[in-house]
C-alpha cells in the first residue's frame, strides 16, 4: 500500500506560480510511476505530468513550457512546479501512483487515470483574474 498526501495549492493571481507537493509513503515498488491530474468543475480528470523511478518525464502537450514535474528519492515526494497560472488552471490537483510500473513514462508514456492505482485527497488551486 501507498499513501500520498498533496500540499501546496492556495489562491493566486494570473500570472502568478505555485509549487505543490505529494509526500509518499508506504510500500512502493522499485519500479513506479507518479503523476500529476486535475479536474475542473463540470470536466474531466486530466492528465498533467508523469515521471518514472529512472527519472523519465512525460508532460500533456496542453502544459508544456509552463508546468514541472521532479522528485525527491531521499523523501520519495513528488514537485509540481507551475508558472504563468491562468484561471483555466483552476481545479483540484491530485497525486497519483502506480506501484509497480513495468514500463516507465518513456515505453508507456500514456497519463491515464486508469492506469494509477494510489491517489491522493487533491490540493485546490485557485486562479482569478
Known amino acids: 500500500q501507498v499513501q500520498l498526501v498533496e500540499s501546496g495549492g492556495g489562491s493566486v493571481q494570473a500570472g502568478g506560480s505555485l509549487r505543490l507537493s505529494c509526500a509518499a509513503s508506504?510500500?512502493?515498488?522499485?519500479?513506479?510511476?507518479m503523476g500529476w491530474f486535475r479536474q475542473a468543475p463540470g470536466k474531466k480528470r486530466e492528465g498533467l505530468a508523469s515521471?518514472?523511478?529512472?527519472?523519465?518525464?512525460r508532460y500533456a502537450d496542453s502544459v508544456k513550457g509552463r508546468f514541472t514535474i521532479s522528485k525527491d528519492n531521499t523523501k520519495i515526494a513528488l514537485y509540481l512546479q507551475i508558472n504563468s497560472l491562468k484561471p483555466e488552471d483552476t481545479a483540484m490537483y491530485y497525486c497519483?501512483?502506480?506501484?509497480?510500473?513495468?514500463?516507465?513514462?518513456?515505453?508507456?508514456?500514456?497519463?491515464?487515470?486508469?492506469?494509477?492505482?494510489?491517489w491522493g485527497q487533491g490540493t485546490q488551486v485557485t486562479v482569478s483574474s
Open positions: 515521471i518514472d523511478s529512472d527519472g523519465a518525464k
Open positions: 508506504g510500500n512502493i515498488a522499485s519500479r513506479y510511476c
Open positions: 497519483a501512483a502506480k506501484s509497480p510500473c513495468i514500463y516507465g513514462v518513456t515505453l508507456f508514456p500514456r497519463l491515464d487515470s486508469d492506469d494509477y492505482n494510489y
